[in-house]
C-alpha cells in the first residue's frame, strides 16, 4: 500500500510541474477540469483488484514502473519513410500524426476543408476553438470512477480534435496515428481526442496507436466521440504497441436519436493492454455496433471492458468480441448491455468467442446483462474452446497437414472479425498482421493461392 500512495504521489508531482508550465496560458475553464481531475485520481488510486472492474487485472506491474512525462525536446527521430508501415499503403486520408503524446505538422497530411469541418491538434483546439470544446470535454469520459480517465483528463494538453458540421459527409477517412518511440528512460503520455460530428453527417475513423522502435513506455489514451441526430461513424481501433509497452484506453462514445455508431477495436500487440468502450445511446431510433478482435501470446495480457447503455426506447445494439490467445497469455472480456427502464422495444445482442491454443493461455470472460425494462429482445453468451479436433482431422483427409489446419482453422476465426471493416487497406492490412503472427501463415496463403 505505501509503495502504491508513492507512485501516486510521483504523478502528483508530474502535474505540479505541468500546472507550473501552463500558467498564464488564458485558459481557466481547462485549468479547473485539470485540477478537479487530478483530484478525483488523488482519491481514487491506482484500482486495485479488489475493485470489482479490475478483478481480472492486476495494475501492479504498471504502478511500479517510473514513468516520466515526454518532453518537447524529445520528438525527433521519427521520419515520413518510418511510418510508411503504418499507413496502410499510401491509403488515401486526411491523417493526423501524434509522436509520444504530441502533435507532429511535418508528419500529418491535412488537406484543405471546407463548410465549418475542423481537424487539428487538441492543442491548438484548446486555444481556438472554446465553444466547439467545452460542451463535450469530460462530459462522457467521466472521470469520477475511472482513475486512469482522470489522471488522462488531469494530464490533457493534445491529441485529436475533430468537428464535423451538419449534413457534412466526409469523403476521405480520417487517420489518427500515434506514435511512441524508445527513449531512454520509461515514458508516459496522455493523448485526449474529440470528435463531434453533427447532425446528418458522415465520416469514417481509424485509430492507431503504434510502437516504432519497441522499448518500454506507457500510453493512456482516452476519445470521446458524440454522435448527433442521425449521425453516422464508422470508427476502428487498432493497438499495435510495442512487446513491452503499457496500453490502457478509454473509448466514450455518446449517440443522439437516429444515429449510427461502429466499431472495431483490435488489439495485437502490447504487454499490459486493457480497452475501456463505453456507448451511450440516449435517444430513440439508435443503432450501435461493437466488433472486437484480441490476438495475444507469450505473457501478454489483454483485457477489453465494454458498456452499451440503453437509456431510451426502439434502440439497437450488436456486439461480437473474439479472442485469439498462445503460450502464457490472458485475456479479460466483461460485457455488459444496461436497458433502462424506460428503453422499451430495446434489441441487444452479445456474443464473445474464445480460441484457446495453449493448454497455459487464460480467458475470464464475463457477459452481463441488466435490464430494467419488460419488452425487450435480449440475448448475450460466452464460449471457450480449443480448435475443433474433427474439423482438423477433415482438414489432414484432405491432405493439409497438421500445422496448416490448425493455422487455417484460426485464421478464419480470427478473420471474421477482421472482414467487417470496411476500410480495403485496413484490412488488407491487418490480414498480413494476422498471417505474420501465425506460425508459416504467409506460406499457408501462398499455397492456398
Known amino acids: 500500500m505505501i509503495e502504491a500512495i508513492e507512485k501516486k504521489d510521483s504523478y502528483l508531482s508530474h502535474f505540479a510541474r505541468l500546472e507550473e508550465r501552463l500558467a498564464g496560458n488564458r485558459q481557466p475553464w ?4 485539470r485540477k478537479a481531475a487530478m483530484a478525483q485520481f488523488a482519491e481514487l488510486g491506482f484500482p486495485t483488484t479488489r475493485h470489482e472492474e479490475w478483478r481480472f487485472t492486476n495494475v501492479a506491474p504498471l504502478t511500479k514502473i517510473p514513468f516520466q512525462p515526454v518532453a518537447d525536446d524529445e520528438l525527433d527521430g521519427v521520419t515520413a519513410e518510418s511510418l510508411k508501415q503504418f499507413t496502410f499503403g499510401g491509403l488515401d486520408c486526411i ?3 501524434f509522436v509520444n503524446g504530441r502533435f507532429s505538422g511535418e508528419l500529418s497530411s491535412i488537406r484543405p476543408l471546407h463548410n465549418g469541418m475542423k481537424v487539428k491538434s ?3 483546439a484548446l486555444d481556438s476553438d472554446r465553444e466547439r470544446v467545452e460542451p463535450y470535454l469530460a462530459r462522457h469520459a467521466g472521470y469520477q470512477d475511472h482513475a486512469f480517465v482522470a489522471l488522462n483528463t488531469a494530464f490533457v494538453e493534445d491529441g485529436a480534435f475533430v468537428y464535423v458540421p451538419p449534413g457534412k459527409v466526409v469523403e476521405h477517412p480520417l487517420h489518427l496515428l500515434f506514435v511512441s518511440t524508445s527513449l531512454d528512460e520509461p515514458t508516459v503520455s496522455h493523448p485526449r481526442n474529440l470528435i463531434v460530428v453533427g447532425d446528418n453527417s458522415q465520416i469514417t475513423i481509424v485509430e492507431s496507436y503504434v510502437g516504432l522502435d519497441g522499448g518500454l513506455y506507457f500510453t493512456n489514451a482516452v476519445t470521446e466521440i458524440i454522435a448527433a441526430q442521425n449521425a453516422v461513424i464508422d470508427h476502428c481501433k487498432l493497438q499495435q504497441e510495442s512487446g513491452e509497452a503499457f496500453h490502457i484506453a478509454a473509448l466514450a462514445v455518446h449517440q443522439d436519436r437516429g444515429s449510427n455508431f461502429t466499431s472495431h477495436s483490435i488489439s495485437l500487440g502490447g504487454a499490459f493492454v486493457r480497452n475501456d468502450v463505453n456507448a451511450r445511446l440516449d435517444a430513440e431510433g439508435v443503432e450501435c455496433t461493437l466488433n472486437g478482435l484480441y490476438i495475444a501470446s507469450g505473457q501478454q495480457l489483454v483485457d477489453n ?3 452499451i447503455d440503453h437509456a ?4 439497437s445494439s450488436h456486439e461480437v468480441y473474439k479472442g485469439v490467445l498462445d503460450g502464457k497469455s490472458k485475456g479479460v472480456f466483461n460485457g455488459k448491455i444496461i436497458v433502462r427502464p424506460d428503453a422499451q422495444k430495446t434489441d441487444a445482442k452479445q456474443t464473445n468467442k474464445n480460441l484457446l491454443l495453449s493448454a497455459d493461455a487464460v480467458i475470464d470472460t464475463k457477459p452481463q446483462l441488466q435490464i430494467y425494462a419488460d419488452d425487450v429482445k435480449c440475448t448475450h453468451g460466452a464460449t471457450v474452446g480449443q480448435l475443433d479436433k474433427d474439423a482438423i482431422f477433415y482438414l489432414r483427409s484432405r491432405g493439409i497437414g497438421q500445422e496448416d489446419a490448425r493455422n487455417m482453422l484460426t485464421y478464419a476465426f480470427a ?3 477482421l472482414s467487417r471493416i470496411k476500410i480495403d487497406e485496413v484490412r ?7 498471417l505474420s503472427w501465425l506460425p508459416k501463415g504467409q506460406e499457408m496463403k501462398e499455397a492456398l493461392c
Open 428 to 434: 488488407t492490412q491487418l490480414d498480413a498482421a494476422l
Open 122 to 124: 487538441f492543442a491548438a
Open 312 to 315: 431510451k426506447p426502439h434502440c
Open 95 to 97: 491523417r493526423l500524426v
Open 305 to 307: 471492458h465494454t458498456a
Open 415 to 417: 478473420n471474421d472479425i
Open 30 to 33: 481547462v485549468h479547473r477540469i
